[in-house]
């Protein structure tokens, strides 16, 4: 083998790798995008819809039952009624709230009842690019912008938690590798959130 060759195999090497390693961000950098510029097409693209679904369903049913206060032996069977019909009601729930639209809410740290289609208080505008710039620290309470940490959690998982200055708790994404591209699979919100 000539060493051009092998020194042409070691660049296409290093840039399949560069490119493996840089997805989820690229990804991540993708989705910010679309949030910003109100693009659901876009931002639709890079969700696994029927995951995300049922993550938050999970989500909200564990918290539901942990809300529910311990109940007599005699009120057991009505309790456990009273939770199957809650649960399908959140299924429906959060089948109607996660869209694009919904999905950009929580991503800007929304609650899941902000994004309820019939919801009259709510105005859906875009977000301003100011409000997803990296906090510096020296802000006022006020003035404070979404703080980002990404990581990867495994060679197919990534991780991207989201602290929104309002919030106590952060919002985490997490993106799973489908092929070479990226989706979000999860998004995991806080207890305040699931409220």
Known sequence: MSKKLKTSIVVVLL?????????????????HQAVKNDDSTALAGHIDFPSVRQSLKDQVNAQMLKDIPQVSSSDRGLAALGAVLASSMVDKLVDVMVTPQGVSMLLQGKKLKESLPWQDKVEFQPVQPSEFEL?????????????????????????????????????????????????????LLPTEQLK
């Open 135 to 187: 906090s510096s620290g020296t802000e006022k309470a006020s003035d404070k912008k979404a703080n980002y940490k990404a990581r990867y959690q495994s060679f197919h998982q990534f991780a991207v938690e989201i602290q929104q200055p309002e919030q106590q708790m952060p919002v985490n994404i997490i993106l799973q590798r489908q092929g070479l591209s990226w989706k979000v699979t999860q998004i």
């Open 15 to 31: 840039l399949v790798v560069g490119y493996l390693f840089a997805a989820p961000y690229l990804t991540i950098y993708q989705i």
